[in-house]
């Protein structure tokens, strides 16, 4: 049976059955009891969960609630209850009790979001600091720095995240919290640009991040995959910084002239074909 009930009714349902469930019936006997009423066990917690949450405060905000917007705010936090919040998809501020079922949950959502980032961010900057810059693998560093930006919407124009004091940090603060220079912060960053191929290798210690960051990261994702193709694994683990350079600064020179002399095709060894 679905009991359509609201206000100040849901607040005495709820009071009922918690105390049939505590102090009335035998363990194992509530269930039986909540079918001989033909009242669904999940509606029943609901019911339970609202007195228990809300009971307590201003009943009369919420007498023209139904069950389940009464439901979606005894969920929330209880100290985002009595706050406004911004609604996700429309940009309105309202409070809980203005709030439709669908909007009390996008901005369930939306908490837990910032919630979860607030956590990734902890754990990612003490995992930094504790290791040392010197011990985090250089891979390892960029993608957690790129993290650490998205959840401070720092680059893309919407700061997200925002302390108590309603502060939004900068790149400088970023990488002041995490004991980076800026510079060294944008060099991890160019590693996150490089083809997965590529960031196996720096991962796996295959690839000198200096050479990553300072030559491949300069070229296209095209380009990086066309030269990985072609040198092979192998032979870039074996190059350093200079010859890496050199190999693609001749690769260059290469098609710039089989661009300028499109009847002939120059090899880096210099046989015409």
Known sequence: MCFKVAGQAIFEIGKRLKHVKENDLVHGEYVKWLESIEMDKSQAAKFIKVCEK???SNVGTYTHLGTRALYEIATLPEDQREQSH???????????????????REVKA???????????????????????????????????????????????GSNQWRDENNFQPSKKQLSEQIGLTQQQVNNFRKLNTLIPELQDMVEDGD????????????????????????????????????????????????????FTLPNYQITTNNTRL
């Open 86 to 104: 911004e609604i996700p998809s429309t940009g309105e501020t309202k409070t809980v009790d203005e709030m439709t079922v669908k909007e009390l």
């Open 207 to 258: 690839l000198k991040s200096t050479t990553a960051h300072l030559v491949w990261s300069k070229l296209s994702k095209e380009e990086q995959g066309k030269f990985f193709n072609e040198i092979g694994k192998e032979q870039i683990s074996q190059m350093t910084q200079k010859q890496t350079q050199e190999y693609l600064k001749l690769q260059e020179e290469v098609e710039q002239l089989n």
């Open 110 to 156: 939306e908490l837990k979001k910032t919630k979860e980032d607030m956590i990734i961010e902890d754990l990612i900057s003490t995992n930094i600091l504790q290791r040392g810059i010197g011990n985090v693998n250089p891979m390892k560093m960029s993608k957690c720095i790129v993290e650490l930006e998205r959840i401070y919407g720092i680059g893309n």
């Open 54 to 56: 809300l009971g307590k």
